[in-house]
């Protein structure tokens, strides 16, 4: 039985005109249904539009992607071209070609696609130069680092020389006044000068001035300036009359005790000094001197036995004024070259005074018969 509905009459070319009837019928009946569809996706068009600049932009990839579908896929080359044509039409992007072939630019070939563009070559600047390596060290040169040149030293400024006067000199060797009798009690107040103020600055002066100053680090000249003395009276205290005026240079020895008792003139070699006492304290002070190793002055116990003012040696002619014997030859007075050159020179064997006054009144105080002691 045939079915005489579906066109087909059991011929092969019946039944092709009917299956081309029959995709023609189902095209016109698709028509209707795209062209109903088409006002939906013209209202979606503008989103659509919004995503287009994103497909241009990806347009240089598939261009360049293209050799590769025509060289994997060339018989299907007119399929695309009508899928893209109906695609296009359906979206609502405008008319376009069927084909699509005359208009599109021709793709571009691998070989010319990987070719590198040409580079552009920007002038060179002095600050782009290369600098150029220095040449390789010679073999003879020596690889040792350089030693490290040594830290420049600051030379200490020389100290310039002091533009301030020196300190005035107050007194200097030569100098004699009551100034230097009390510079040299003030010495001997601290020890310096081992002698009773004279008034005289002499060599003995000196050396205790120089003691003083390398003592106070001062600068040792020997002369006494005014920083030697201001030092001196912040240290010492304003000697005493006695002090300045002592009865001799140097200080009296303790008495003997044979010069304790009754009416004595105490003459000691060490001190060289004399002492005039009663019953054991000192009338009067005196310094004295001696004779020389060939005409010493004998020691011992002795009385005065003659009294001469104006004597004068019979035997060295010269003269002994208040003289006092008391040992043959041997006198106590006063000698004008024990006065004049002091401990420099020495007697005959008598016992000199360099003090006149003293020993006038000396001369008129002792008794014949008084005690005269003679000791180291």
């Known amino acids: 039985m045939v079915d005489t509905d579906s066109g087909w009459d059991g011929r092969g070319g019946r039944g092709r005109r009917g299956a081309r009837d029959t995709r023609g019928a189902h095209a016109a009946d698709a028509i209707p249904n795209l062209r109903v569809a088409a006002p939906d996706r013209r209202v979606a068009a503008p989103n659509l539009r919004v995503a287009v600049p994103d497909r241009r932009v990806a347009l240089p990839d598939s261009r360049v992607a293209a050799p590769d579908r025509r060289t994997a896929l060339p018989g299907r080359r007119a399929a695309a071209v009508s899928l893209v044509a109906l695609a296009a039409l359906a ?14 630019s021709p793709p571009v070939r691998p070989s010319q ?5 040409p580079t552009r070559t920007d002038p060179v600047t002095e600050d782009a130069k290369p600098r150029t390596a220095p040449p390789p060290p010679s073999p003879s040169a020596s690889t040792a680092p350089p030693a490290p040149a040594p830290a ?9 020389p002091s533009t301030a006067p020196p ?5 200097r060797t030569g100098s004699e006044s009551d100034r230097v009798r009390e510079l040299q009690a003030r010495l001997r107040q601290i020890g310096h000068f081992g002698r009773n103020p004279t008034g005289y600055y002499g060599s003995v002066t000196a050396d205790a001035v120089r003691s003083f100053q390398a003592k106070r680090s001062l600068p040792v000249t020997g002369s006494t300036d005014e920083v030697t003395w201001q030092r001196l009276l912040a240290m010492t205290r304003v000697p005493k009359a006695a002090e300045l ?9 303790a008495p003997d005790e044979r010069c304790l008792k009754g009416r004595v003139l105490c003459i000691s070699k060490n001190s060289r000094t004399l002492a005039w006492m009663i019953d054991g304290k000192v ?8 004779g020389s190793e060939y005409t010493p002055t004998r020691e011992g116990v002795f009385e005065v036995f003659w009294k001469s003012r104006d004597h004068v040696s019979t035997l060295y002619d010269t003269p002994m004024p208040y003289a006092l014997f008391f040992s043959g030859g041997q006198a106590v007075h006063y000698s004008a070259d024990f006065a004049a050159n002091g401990y420099g020179g020495a007697s005959h064997g008598c016992v000199n005074v360099r003090d006149k006054k003293k020993v006038a009144a000396l001369f008129d105080q002792v008794r014949t018969g008084d005690k005269v002691v003679v000791y180291w």
């Not at 069927?98 to 208009?103: L, Q």
């Not at 005026?245 to 020895?253: H, L, M, S």
């Not at 009338?283 to 001696?290: E, I, L, Y």
């Open 283 to 290: 009338v009067s002070a005196m310094d004295v001197r001696f």
């Open 152 to 160: 420049p030293t600051t030379a200490r400024p020389a100290p310039e």
């Open 91 to 104: 979206t609502g992007c405008g008319p376009g070609t069927a084909t699509g072939a005359p208009d599109a």
């Open 113 to 117: 696609a990987a070719a590198p563009s």
């Open 245 to 253: 005026r002592p009865p001799t240079e140097r200080p009296v020895a």
């Open 167 to 171: 300190p005035r000199v107050l007194m």
